[in-house]
């Protein structure tokens, strides 16, 4: 199947996927959900659902500075982890920030988030490391 954005409508959704997918990671940390300020964001990123085909998967979540893309979320039901999904958007999001003019693509993620390997499979690399929160660069520079 192929992986396709659609620009985001549904805050709805795209709340519930990512509060359910980082519950885990909240909990251990003692991170309280802060529905407002996830409101908030929607309205400052771009923000896409993910379908594979005809069915909704996914959100990818942007935001850009006068020379970096930052992807903010990228999350999918977990019917889809593992299976290329997350590697597809990641090329989407790569060829949006080519687009852009973007100079390097940023992310956060926690440090036990197996989707880390992910990352590191595409070109990531790791910029710093504060409380176990890793924030990774794909550098685009020569690729403009």
């Known amino acids: 199947m192929k992986v396709t ?3 985001g409508t549904d805050p709805s959704f795209a709340e519930h996927l990512t509060k359910t ?14 529905r407002h300020q996830f409101l908030c964001s929607w309205d400052e990123f771009d923000n896409y659902e993910v379908y594979n ?3 909704r998967v996914g959100v990818v979540r942007l935001s850009y500075s006068e020379h ?4 903010r979320d990228l999350q999918l039901v977990s019917d889809v982890q593992g299976k290329g999904i997350g590697t597809q958007c990641l090329d989407i999001v790569r060829h949006h920030a080519l687009k852009r003019k973007s100079q390097r693509l940023v992310l956060r993620v926690f440090r036990e988030n197996p989707a880390i390997k992910l990352y590191e499979s595409k070109g990531f690399t790791t910029r710093s490391e ?3 929160l890793v924030e990774m660069e794909l550098s685009l520079a020569s690729n403009n």
């Open 21 to 34: 997918n980082m519950a885990g990671y909240y909990q251990t940390r003692g991170i309280v959900w802060e």
């Open 53 to 55: 085909g005809q069915i």
């Open 68 to 71: 970096t893309t930052y992807l």
């Open 130 to 132: 504060v409380n176990r």
């Open 5 to 7: 954005f659609v620009r």
